[in-house]
């Protein structure tokens, strides 16, 4: 199977396909992406994006929402240049103090970890008001095949580690309730892809969630 999503990979890498593929996938991704996640964070809020990557998504989320200052933090630097501020960390201790931001992002990270509470505790650790998550639900038939699929297409080419630790929804409530964060916001409607596209990589595969941090 793995020999199946390198060559998807390579021809990804190829001329027009690279063209469609980042006309009709990423930029979309990217755009609604940056609706979904921009609507669910507090006002003149400071937040920091873990896992960021080049931090496109919150640069966008910025030039939109002048309220909120943003920053970020990821496991290694990117080749090409951020466009936020990013610090390198390694993994599991976030370089802050306690309540240093308003909100923290997880825009496809947690399935990259495995064992993502760990991170989400220091995300607690560091927030006084929410955690805002873009992540994957795998109940549906053959989910699991379809995000892997997507990962690796995505991501194996830039080094980023493929963990495919895809939950179910179930699994993430769990999560959730055990963490004592209150589902303030979901949506599971996003729309990432054009047409018939959104139907096999879209829909329930896919949510944005707010999650409250008690007092």
């Not at 916001?185 to 949510?207: E, I, K």
Request: with cysteine.
């Amino acid at each position: 199977m793995s020999s199946l999503f390198k060559k998807a990979a390579d021809a990804i890498d190829a001329g027009f396909i690279k063209r469609i593929y980042e006309g009709c996938y990423f930029d979309r991704r990217t755009r609604v992406l940056t609706r979904c996640v921009a609507e669910m964070i507090p006002k003149n809020a400071r937040v920091l994006d873990i896992g960021c990557g080049n931090g496109q998504i919150s640069s966008m989320i910025a030039e939109g929402r002048s309220d909120i200052h943003i920053k970020g933090i990821d496991i290694m630097k990117r080749k090409e240049e951020c466009f936020i501020p990013v610090e390198v960390f390694d993994g599991e201790h976030i370089p802050y103090n306690d309540n240093s931001f308003d909100a923290a992002l997880f825009v496809d990270v947690l399935h990259h970890i495995p064992d993502p509470m760990i991170i989400l505790r220091e995300a607690m650790r560091v927030v006084r008001n929410c955690i805002i998550i873009k992540d994957h639900n795998a109940d549906r038939f053959l989910g699991n095949a379809t995000l892997k699929f997507m990962d690796w297409v995505g991501n194996a080419r830039y080094g980023v580690v493929l963990e495919y630790n895809y939950l179910k929804k179930p699994q993430w409530e769990t999560a959730f309730s055990e963490l004592g964060l209150t589902v303030g916001a979901y949506n599971s409607s996003l729309h990432l892809y054009p047409g018939p596209l959104d139907w096999v990589f879209g829909g329930s595969l896919q949510f944005v969630s707010r999650l409250d941090v008690k007092d």
